[in-house]
């Protein structure tokens, strides 16, 4: 769509798994926008994986540092922004969403986030237990909130379904 004017960052939310990075970079690829990774941001500014952050520093402390990554990042636009699946469930990162940005919710089944997550062991919520389990609990409490982005768009792989298009036809 020519006629698009990014004047707002885009930012994806949503579970691990929905497909945020890789839905992110094909979106900001398509506008010709500059594509940021919220987790990338975060391990570059703390030289740490964030498995690692989380192992030593704990999981309160790793929201601390998300959100003023979010901050400093939504400054910049155009732009789009692949968030970490936690950190619109941050209260005050989700007000800044909300005020500075269009929000995205990538929508998927339980089933696609077990698949997709399943394929690298980088994510330490889902080391503590059966991954299965953790994210069914994950999407009860989480949806309602993720609901809250100002586009819901499916992100299951259906035949011949593309993320990007639908998230440009709701643009
Ligand atoms: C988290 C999601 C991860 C990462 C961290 C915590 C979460 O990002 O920030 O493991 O709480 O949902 P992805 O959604 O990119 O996997």
Redesign the pocket.
């Known amino acids: 769509r020519p006629d698009l004017k990014l004047t707002r960052p885009l930012v994806l939310v949503?579970?691990?798994?929905?497909g945020?990075?890789t839905t992110g970079r094909r979106l900001a690829k398509r506008l010709g926008v500059p594509f940021k990774?919220?987790?990338e941001e975060?391990e570059e500014a703390a030289q740490m994986r964030?498995?690692d952050l989380?192992e030593i520093y704990g999981?309160e402390e790793?929201r601390d540092g998300?959100r003023k990554v979010m901050q400093r990042l939504l400054n910049e636009r155009p732009m789009v922004l692949?968030?970490?699946?936690?950190?619109f469930?941050n209260e005050e990162t989700r007000k800044l969403v909300k005020e500075v940005s269009t929000s995205i919710w990538l929508k998927a089944d339980l089933a696609t986030h077990v698949r997709r997550?399943s394929r690298r062991d980088?994510?330490?919520?889902l080391r503590k237990g059966n991954p299965e389990e953790i994210l069914r609990k994950?999407m009860k409490e989480r949806d309602p909130i993720y609901a809250q982005a100002d586009i819901t768009v499916d992100s299951d792989d259906g035949p011949h379904r593309d993320t990007v298009q639908a998230i440009i036809k709701a643009l």
Request: glycine share 20%; aromatic share 6%.
């Open positions: 949503g579970l691990m798994g929905a945020k990075t990774d919220g987790d975060i964030v498995a989380f999981e790793f998300e692949a968030t970490g699946g936690g950190a469930m997550t980088t994510r330490p919520i994950l």
